[in-house]
């Protein structure tokens, strides 16, 4: 098993460009999710999916747009990319468990990829 | 809001010297509770996690207790190695209705160990 991969790993832009990244998984993790990290601030979530098909925003989602079509693959996107989202991009996979007697569930430990480091000029 | 504060970095120790890094947070209700490690140019692994308080996470040497009366979660371990440096963060994982489970994280803590 791979577990999660992510591309590109280094990538330099020019404000204003748009790029993908791309994140798969090949644990049939139902939830996946984007993470910035910048010096001193630990990670932020960008945007999640809690399965195919479904996307929604983080804490910090402006300028970034998202899409599951696969359940093993959430792409991060860059419409017009700007310094400000110079940083390091991680990805991140989990699946969610029965708790308790009732039907409520948890998310159980979420799975990093390696990275892509983003330069915008 | 939920929150993690850690010790801030660099921490520089000699080899076989004894590690704390300070956690606490702020969240409401009873969070779980996880260290990850950074290696140089890696992603981040999961190196112990707890789920409610008096958990005691271990892995590798190290180790954590879920403190709920202090709200901490103080990463341990009683002697260290070169092979230990590296970037340190406590996370809380909020419950799977909020942001999908999202892990909230400390800035991180770094860690070099010389010999």
């Known amino acids: 098993n791979a577990g999660v991969t992510q591309t590109p790993k280094f990538r330099v832009l020019k404000t204003g460009q748009s790029m993908t990244l791309l994140c798969a998984q090949d644990m049939n993790h139902e939830y996946m999710y984007w993470y910035r990290q910048d010096p001193g601030m630990g990670l932020r979530l960008i945007h999640y999916?809690?399965?195919?098909?479904?996307?929604a925003k983080g804490e910090v989602p402006d300028g970034y747009n998202v899409s599951r079509l696969k359940k093993q693959n959430f792409l991060l996107g860059l419409e017009s990319a700007a310094p400000s989202q110079t940083s390091v991009y991680f990805c991140?996979?989990?699946?969610?468990?029965?708790?308790?007697?009732?039907?409520?569930?948890?998310?159980?430990?979420?799975?990093f990829g390696p990275g892509t480091r983003l330069t915008v000029l | 809001g939920d929150s993690v504060t850690q010790m801030e970095g660099p921490v520089t120790l000699s080899e076989e010297a004894f590690l704390t890094i300070n956690c606490t947070y702020t969240?409401?209700?009873?969070?779980?509770l996880f260290w990850y490690v950074q290696y140089p140019g890696e992603g981040l692994q999961l190196l112990l996690k707890a789920t409610k308080a008096d958990d005691k996470g271990s892995n590798k040497g190290f180790e954590a207790t879920y403190r709920k009366e202090t709200t901490s979660f103080h990463l341990e371990k009683g002697s260290v190695q070169v092979s230990d440096s590296a970037v340190y963060f406590c996370a809380l994982r909020r419950p799977i209705y909020n942001q999908g489970g999202k892990l909230i994280f400390g800035q991180g803590t770094e860690l070099s160990v010389k010999p």
């Open positions: 969240a409401t209700g009873y969070p779980s």
């Open positions: 999916s809690v399965g195919e098909g479904t996307t």
């Open positions: 991140a996979s989990s699946y969610s468990m029965r708790v308790g007697a009732l039907d409520s569930r948890e998310a159980h430990e979420q799975f």
